[in-house]
């Protein structure tokens, strides 16, 4: 994927971890990525900011949607499950992203006040598209 290199996979290639391109000079750093190099067509773009250090947010799986989900800034810990298996992961400096494919259950702890996390999603808005159940995606 132009823009994006692989740091790690993880839960059979579900779950994959990776740095954004840096562009780093005097006046700051610029990532960035190739929407064309994603694995799906981003249709949605929101962004997480908690009230507060160690909100929680997520505790769900999307049934077709695949997500990238981008620390633009702080500390946030990712917690995923699909199919039994469990893991945890802290996405710690800008330009970190995870991709999640469907049925991966997710919740992130924003560890820090000036956590942020920017998420692209292949689908609209739709809550009847959730799993609550950790690590089950039939469900």
């Not at 917690?79 to 997710?106: H, Q, T």
């Amino acid at each position: 994927m132009t823009g994006l290199s692989t740091l790690e996979t993880i839960v059979d290639h579900r779950v994959m971890l990776f740095e954004l391109e840096a562009h780093p000079d005097n006046r700051g750093d610029l990532h960035s990525i190739d929407f064309q190099s994603l694995p799906f067509e981003p249709r949605r773009m929101f962004f997480v900011r908690p009230s507060r250090v160690g909100e929680t947010r997520g505790g769900h799986a999307h049934k077709t949607a695949h997500q990238l989900f981008v620390c633009v800034s702080g500390q946030i810990e990712i917690s995923i499950a699909y199919d039994g298996e469990k893991a945890s992961f802290c996405l710690n400096r800008s330009g970190m992203a995870v991709y999640l494919r469907p049925g991966v259950w997710s919740e992130q702890t924003y560890l820090s006040a000036e956590a942020v996390l920017l998420v692209l999603s292949s689908e609209s808005y739709d809550p009847a598209s959730y799993s609550r159940y950790p690590g089950d995606p039939k469900r």
